[in-house]
């Protein structure tokens, strides 16, 4: 989802080659919301709605910084009913649901900053292949037959470290899905 987000950058060509001989068809590149500013602490609150799917997606977020720390906690619940085609006919299965918490606590000092993110999301999406066309037929929210659970952790960092005039930036993420 995106909460939680400050931008999305597309990287195609050359420029790709940089994250390796793998990303040749292009690479995106998550930037993660910046950190309130210091001494604020702030949140939001959103609701969203979709007509094709009558779905429904709302979220919730704090994020705070004092001198030396950052925080972060986000969470969001979507879910949405079998989506209609350009026919206006209900494609049967096309439903799913997604749970999703983002948290992150970072250090800030005058001779870097260091950020550990943790994000999760559980995704159950429903699957519209020849055997289910036929067992669903109301149009609702929940995924009983023919559908993907999907859970994604990832944990991931990002650190600045400043030496003189100079400054190093790592960033790390592992991802675990099942």
Not at 14 to 20: A, E, Q, R, T, V
Not at 98 to 126: A, E, P
Request: charge should be positive.
């Amino acid at each position: 989802d995106d909460d939680g987000l400050g931008r999305v950058e597309i990287m195609r060509g050359p420029s790709s080659l940089l994250y390796g001989s793998g990303a040749v068809g292009g690479v995106l590149n998550i930037i993660k919301e910046a950190p309130a500013p210091e001494g604020i602490i702030s949140g939001d609150f959103h609701q969203k709605y979709f007509s094709n799917t009558l779905g429904i997606s709302s979220g919730l977020g704090m994020r705070g910084t004092t001198k030396s720390i950052t925080w972060g906690v986000r969470g969001n619940l979507t879910s949405h009913k079998d989506y209609f085609d350009g026919e206006h006919k209900r494609v049967p299965n096309t439903r799913f649901s997604r749970q999703s918490l983002k948290t992150n606590l970072g250090i800030i000092k005058s001779f870097g900053s260091f950020r550990l993110f943790y994000d999760q999301s559980k995704n159950k999406l429903g699957m519209a292949v020849e055997p289910a066309l036929s067992l669903v037929t109301e149009n609702n929210r929940e995924n009983k037959v023919w559908y993907q659970d999907l859970t994604d952790q990832v944990i991931s960092s990002k650190n600045k470290l400043f030496l003189g005039g100079f400054r190093s930036e790592e960033h790390t993420s592992e991802l675990q899905s099942h």
